[in-house]
């Protein structure tokens, strides 16, 4: 699956692009692999790979919690280098929507 989102990441705007893989698990979770690019409105790019588990919340609902790791030159974007985010991502009928928090 790919999914494309607009939002703001260290404080500029950006877009993202994340294609991802869910497999389903004997308990009902799903367990989600990926990787994907930044581009921010000045062109800087940044790249990650990230992993998750899903589950299902409700019919065409599916909530995601995990991890992603970055790497990029970008200027703008350089304080993603050598730390952990965390997400949360929900899935409601084919839209999306989520939030990245710095992982201290």
């Known amino acids: 699956m790919t ?7 260290c404080g500029v705007q ?7 893989l ?15 690019f930044v581009v921010t409105a000045s062109g800087q790019t940044a790249t990650f790979e990230g992993k998750g588990v899903g ?3 409700g019919p065409g609902q599916i909530s995601w919690r995990g991890a ?3 790497e990029t030159d970008s200027e703008e974007l350089s304080r993603l280098n050598g730390i952990a985010t ?7 009928d084919g839209k999306s929507e989520g939030r990245l928090f710095e992982w201290k």
């Open 3 to 9: 999914d494309h989102q607009v939002g703001t990441l």
């Open 14 to 20: 950006a877009e993202a692009t994340v294609t991802y």
């Open 22 to 36: 869910g497999t389903m698990r004997p308990n009902g979770t799903i367990s989600g692999v990926g990787t994907g």
């Open 55 to 57: 589950r299902f919340t």
């Open 68 to 70: 992603l790791f970055y």
């Open 86 to 92: 965390v997400f949360e991502y929900m899935v409601i």
